[in-house]
């Protein structure tokens, strides 16, 4: 799938987490990319990378996230997402900022390269 451009990806993101589109979300991630929650424990790949989300997608939660700042150089783009976890009631239940780096594959389309969804907050107190 991948997007047009790295500004879509937060909104493609946030769209398919919320209704719970699995293979929509995964197709947003380049075949070698890498994601991860902690940055300790790292996924590789589209197989590693449903498991390490199965958790979330499992989750009531709605995902709410909007870009703070896109950085593109050729083919190549590093964005800082700040996003909040939603319970039931819309209390937030888990928030943080995500460091994220996109590709544009030959196709044209970007995708995540890599993926650290607490990166940019992990630290903070």
């Given at each position: 799938m991948g997007v047009a451009?790295?500004?879509d990806m937060?909104?493609?993101f946030v769209r398919l987490f919320n209704d719970r589109d699995e293979a929509g979300m995964l197709s947003l991630y380049a075949p070698d990319a890498a994601f991860t929650m902690d940055g300790e424990t790292v996924a590789h790949g589209a197989d590693q990378i449903k498991a390490a989300m199965a958790g979330m997608l499992s989750a009531p939660f709605k995902l709410k996230g909007k870009y703070d700042s896109v950085l593109v150089a050729g083919d190549v783009a590093v964005c800082k997402?700040?996003?909040?976890m939603l319970n039931g009631e819309g209390w937030i239940e888990m928030d943080g900022v995500s460091l994220e780096v996109l590709k544009r594959g030959g196709d044209g389309k970007w995708r995540f390269a890599i993926d650290d969804a607490t990166g940019s907050s992990r630290g903070q107190d």
């Open positions: 451009s790295p500004e937060a909104e493609t997402l700040r996003w909040e």
